[in-house]
């Protein structure tokens, strides 16, 4: 039963670019979530997706947006990348009544 | 701004005594709550939940406690190995789903 998975593991990106960051739930679940980390920090919700849409949204601007596919998979994007967007970037998976929540590997970003 | 906020940055202890790791929290309607293991470069690895109509849970190796009377959480490992070396955040859930994390503690078990 494979857990939540997170794609890309690590990328390197300069001010002003756009990135994609990639997250499939575990198996059976259908609700997503995002986090933001940054070094040293617990994570921030960002935003979580059910049945394809965005059902809430934490403190985090425009700039990062994302999608839930039909398969519950999901992806985040942010924008017009600032130097503070370095962190690590945590995908969470659920059912929508379950307590239980699971955190991916995350990815990596580097904002340079 | 919500938070949930853990007592000490670092806890030192020797190998195979026991640890406990404290936590407050401030949203009272929470109804509950989750402690993570966050090793070097890898995710948050849930660990225990607890619900907030109880007082205590045990887990393998693990007990959480809750004290809703002043907000405190705990997590109590017994036994520690150096495989439990890591960050430990506790996280409360909201009515909504979300998760609010404290800063965590890193636990250091000295052989």
């Known amino acids: 039963d494979a857990g939540v998975t997170q794609s890309p593991t690590h990328l390197i990106k300069t001010r002003g670019q756009q990135v994609t960051l990639r997250c499939s739930p575990k198996?059976?679940?259908?609700?997503v979530s995002w986090y933001q980390q940054a070094l040293g920090q617990g994570p921030q919700f960002i935003f979580q997706?059910?049945?394809?849409?965005?059902?809430q949204r934490g403190n985090f601007p425009d700039r990062f947006s994302g999608h839930q596919f039909p398969n519950y998979s999901s992806e985040l994007n942010v924008n017009a990348l600032l130097l503070g967007d370095s962190a690590l970037y945590l995908c969470a998976s659920s059912l929508p009544s379950g307590n239980t929540i699971y955190f991916g590997e995350g990815s990596w970003l580097t904002v340079v | 701004g919500e938070s949930v906020g853990l007592h000490l940055p670092t806890l030192s202890v020797q190998e195979g005594d026991n640890s406990i790791i404290n936590c407050a929290y401030s949203?009272?309607?929470?109804?509950?709550f989750i402690w993570y293991k966050q090793e070097s470069g890898k995710g948050p690895q849930f660990i225990i939940d607890i619900r907030s109509n109880m007082d205590k849970r045990q887990g393998q190796r693990v007990t959480v406690l809750l004290n809703k009377t002043v907000k405190h959480l705990s997590l109590q490992i017994a036994a520690t190995q150096p495989g439990d070396s890591a960050v430990y955040f506790c996280a409360e859930r909201s009515n909504t789903g979300k998760l609010i994390f404290g800063q965590g503690t890193t636990l250091q078990v000295k052989p």
């Open positions: 198996s059976g679940h259908d609700t």
């Open positions: 949203n009272s309607a929470s109804d509950y």
């Open positions: 997706y059910y049945e394809e849409e965005e059902r």
